[in-house]
């Protein structure tokens, strides 16, 4: 009954105290974030990483990413799973708090935007919660609802393979979130200037 009021008195860590007061002024910057998880469940799923790359005044800025590896041996070995690219990559691997405060101070107050870019918040909404953060404020932008409305389409999805097809983009092998960011932040910029988006 008296949740609210728990939540105003609520003591938030430094770093997201930090990320709110980024919103007072809007930003320019687009985040494309891809995350690689265990499931689609964010009540019992997990995050394996987080790919991002920003787009700033319709270009990628390759030198402004953010990739991720968080360790989930917990999750691992309760589910008698094995992940070779957990083992083998050369990428640092992060504590999930440590991941996501990393993540939270990288977007900032961008605009975030995904390949059902909701359920990527939601993932991330839900391991917040255990660190007694608030939820992810950022706008957010789908591509595959940006596809959808260009075309007039509300009965068919569209996974990322069916974009990079449809736009005819050309691609290598995907082997991490990094690379599905690539992806979608070119498709992002295709749909941004078929739609006529600022």
Known sequence: M???????????PEFWK????????????????????TGLNPKKDVILSFG???VIDDQIVVQDTLELVILQYKY????GMTNEFLVETKLPKFAEPNALEELVKYIGSSTLVGHRIHFDIE??????????????????LDIEI???????????????????????IP???RNSAI??????ALLFLKLKSKLGLK
């Open 123 to 140: 993932m991330i909404n839900e391991a917040l919660e255990k660190l007694n953060c608030g939820r992810i404020k950022n706008e957010a």
């Open 76 to 79: 691992l070995h309760d589910n």
């Open 179 to 184: 690379d599905d960011a690539y992806l979608i």
């Open 2 to 12: 008296f949740d609210w009021i728990k939540n105003i008195n609520k003591e938030y």
């Open 171 to 173: 691609q290598s092998e």
């Open 146 to 168: 940006m596809h959808q409305k260009l075309y007039d389409i509300t009965s068919k999805f569209f996974s990322l393979d069916d974009l990079v097809k449809s736009y005819k």
């Open 18 to 37: 930090e990320y709110l007061s980024k919103f007072e002024k809007k930003s320019n910057r687009y985040v494309i974030l891809s995350t690689e998880t």
């Open 52 to 54: 991002a790359i920003a």
